[in-house]
């Protein structure tokens, strides 16, 4: 048998249910392919509900406003992605009237798809000879024949791609590579791989060779660089002072805290020691001790001290103020849903 022949044998079998399965339209497949870039199917599943319950075609999130977007993606970090895919929405919208193409070449050129989920789409809603490398795959290819270039490299995902495209011969496209990611995700998982239980073990270099603990092999990250971040909340009649991010910002368009950045660790740590301090002409006073996150990006360790306080002479500038009810509508930082599910306004 070969190497497709076994794959998608075993996920005819094997394959979980997931709602973006049982309708496999180019918008389903799409909206479940971006979600699942920032999470696993378990927490993506509700998000996907969700999504497709409020925009339930492409026209329909086509027209919504980004404020809705950001809220119904909130939770999920990387808000860059919402945006583009309200964009690509309005895009295939209103230049091809409403049809993602049908292939690979162009999909590609959309705001917000890459070529994991181009090929996603081309081969599971259009039947393209495309193969879908996600870091599933990746893994799956590398242990598969043994490769030891690491596979965080441009040369190690070279080489994987290559081989790939020999072991891709099919004329099920969207089969073979939801076979790949899904035995990436179930058997073949990051750690403790389930050789035994594997369809593909008769033929598998790793496990052969025993190296199922080595492969695949990445390059060490470089340390994420430490950023030391001052937030106000600050509270008035019930209500607590908030700002939209400008588009310079990865929050770009999500309401956050007022606040400043401070440039080392001894810095932040005296700032809060006093209580009170003068933000855009306001003065703040501190009413309670400060609440402090840890906030991981992908290259950035935040460290923030949320002070809850009061304005004087308050200018209310930049921030307006929000109550309760009004954030049931409002797309929000996680740090501010963090911060507010622990300290909720008094
Ligand atoms: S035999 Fe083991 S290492 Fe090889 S593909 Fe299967 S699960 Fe992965």
Same mark, same amino acid.
């Given at each position: 048998m070969t190497f497709n022949n076994i794959l998608t044998g075993w996920f005819s079998k094997n394959k979980r249910d997931l709602p973006w399965r049982n309708n496999a339209s180019p918008y389903s497949i799409w909206l479940s392919e971006i979600l699942l870039q920032q999470t696993r199917v378990a927490q993506g599943t509700p998000y996907y509900y969700?999504?497709?319950e409020k925009f339930p075609t492409l026209s329909d999130l086509a027209k919504a406003k980004e404020d809705e977007v950001l809220?119904?993606?909130q939770g999920l970090g990387?808000?860059?992605?919402?945006?583009?895919?309200?964009r690509c929405a309005q895009y295939i919208q209103n230049n091809l009237k409403g049809k993602f193409p049908e292939e690979y070449a162009e999909l590609v050129k959309l705001p917000g798809i890459?070529?994991?989920?181009?090929?996603?789409?081309?081969?599971?809603?259009?039947?393209?000879?495309v193969p879908a490398i996600d870091g599933n795959v990746y893994r799956v290819i590398s242990?598969?024949?043994?490769?030891?270039?690491?596979?965080?490299?441009?040369?190690? $995902? %070279? @080489?994987? +791609?290559?081989?790939?495209?020999?072991? *891709?011969?099919?004329? =099920?496209? #969207?089969?073979?590579?939801?076979?790949m990611m899904e035995?990436?995700?179930m058997v073949c998982t990051p750690k403790k791989p389930a050789c035994l239980e594997c369809p593909l073990n008769q033929s598998c270099i790793a496990f052969d060779k025993k190296l199922t603990t080595e492969l695949p092999r990445k390059l060490? $990250? %470089? @340390?994420? +660089?430490?950023?030391?971040?001052?937030? *106000?909340?600050?509270? =008035?009649? #019930?209500?607590?002072a908030l700002y939209q991010r400008d588009t310079?910002?990865?929050?770009a368009g999500l309401y956050d805290f007022p606040g400043l950045e401070l440039n080392n660790e001894k810095e932040w740590n005296t700032y809060v020691r006093q209580n009170s301090a003068e933000l855009n002409g306001t003065v703040l006073t501190w009413d309670k001790a400060p609440a402090t996150f840890v906030h991981l990006l992908s290259h950035r360790k935040l460290n923030v001290h949320i002070i809850r306080c009061r304005a004087e002479k308050d200018k209310s500038f930049p921030w307006k103020y929000y109550s309760e009810e009004d954030l049931e509508k409002t797309p929000m930082t996680r740090l501010v849903t963090r911060y507010l599910q622990l300290n909720p306004f008094s």
């Open positions: 969700r999504f497709i809220k119904l993606w990387y808000y860059s992605r919402a945006r583009n895919m309200l890459g070529p994991y989920t181009a090929a996603a789409i081309a081969s599971m809603a259009f039947n393209k000879k242990r598969y024949l043994g490769i030891a270039i690491p596979v965080n490299t441009p040369p190690g $995902k %070279k @080489a994987i +791609e290559e081989s790939l495209s020999v072991l *891709f011969i099919t004329d =099920k496209p #969207g089969d073979l590579n939801q076979a035995l990436g995700a060490a $990250k %470089k @340390a994420a +660089e430490n950023r030391y971040l001052i937030r *106000f909340c600050i509270e =008035k009649d #019930g209500k607590i310079s910002s990865i929050w």
